[in-house]
T-cell receptor
Framework: AQSVAQPEDQVNVAEGNPLTVKCTYSVSGNPYLFWYVQYPNRGLQFLLKYITGDNLVKGSYGFEAEFNKSQTSFHLKKPSALVSDSALYFCAANSGTYKYIFGTGTRLKVLA | DTEVTQTPKHLVMGMTNKKSLKCEQHMGHRAMYWYKQKAKKPPELMFVYSYEKLSINESVPSRFSPECPNSSLLNLHLHALQPEDSALYLC??????????????FGQGTRLTVV
């Protein structure tokens, strides 16, 4: 079965420190990969995507993600975390069907 | 305009009521979705419309009835719901490309409470 894994339920980081939220995938072919952020009682906001090309993808709000094909990973990163980055983050994949495969989500808590 | 608009934002309904959720997008996307999301869980796919035709029904109970009146609108009709149907209902849309779907754009959701 195809899947996306987010191994950490929660990540804590101090404000101003770099952050990483991990994602690995087990999806056939060359899937498109996405990161979304969700604030309480809101919909999912698109952050960035990888389709092809440069392994380092830049997105909204200073976030970037590193694609590693050999490790089937797509980790989300930010050089300097803000308290306002505290939210729920979802990694997702799509391999040509109408179904996005979502990870279980990682709660990011940035401490002042 | 990269916005998906959902109404209402909040809905409380009794188990015998009939209500509808509405979703609108003007991005020209031809794929539209309904998802159900429980607290702190990923969205669960319910229905997919492609070019205004129902493409996927993820074995959703018949008390949920989707409708796509045109390429910009998506409705979800609700009838005789159960308390366990209480959740955040998300509408989304996306564009198809040669290799797959582009990113989905999500609405802010309807917080549904069934009493």
């Amino acid at each position: 079965a195809q899947s996306v894994a987010q191994p950490e339920d929660q990540v804590n980081v101090a404000e101003g420190n770099p952050l990483t939220v991990k994602c690995t995938y087990s999806v056939s072919g060359n899937p498109y990969l996405f990161w979304y952020v969700q604030y309480p009682n809101r919909g999912l906001q698109f952050l960035l995507k990888y389709i092809t090309g440069d392994n380092l993808v830049k997105g909204s709000y200073g976030f970037e993600a590193e694609f590693n094909k050999s490790q089937t990973s797509f980790h989300l990163k930010k050089p300097s975390a803000l308290v306002s980055d505290s939210a729920l983050y979802f990694c997702a994949a799509n391999s040509g069907t109408y179904k996005y495969i979502f990870g279980t989500g990682t709660r990011l808590k940035v401490l002042a | 305009d990269t916005e998906v608009t959902q109404t209402p934002k909040h809905l409380v309904m009794g188990m015998t009521n009939k209500k509808s959720l509405k979703c609108e997008q003007h991005m020209g996307h031809r794929a539209m979705y309904w998802y159900k999301q429980k607290a702190k869980k990923p969205p669960e796919l319910m229905f997919v419309y492609s070019y205004e035709k129902l493409s996927i029904n993820e074995s959703v109970p018949s008390r949920f009835s989707p409708e796509c009146p045109n390429s910009s609108l998506l409705n979800l009709h609700l009838h005789a719901l159960q308390p366990e149907d209480s959740a955040l209902y998300l509408c989304a849309s996306s564009q198809e490309s040669a290799g797959g779907l582009t990113e989905a754009f999500f609405g802010q959701g309807t917080r549904l409470t069934v009493v």
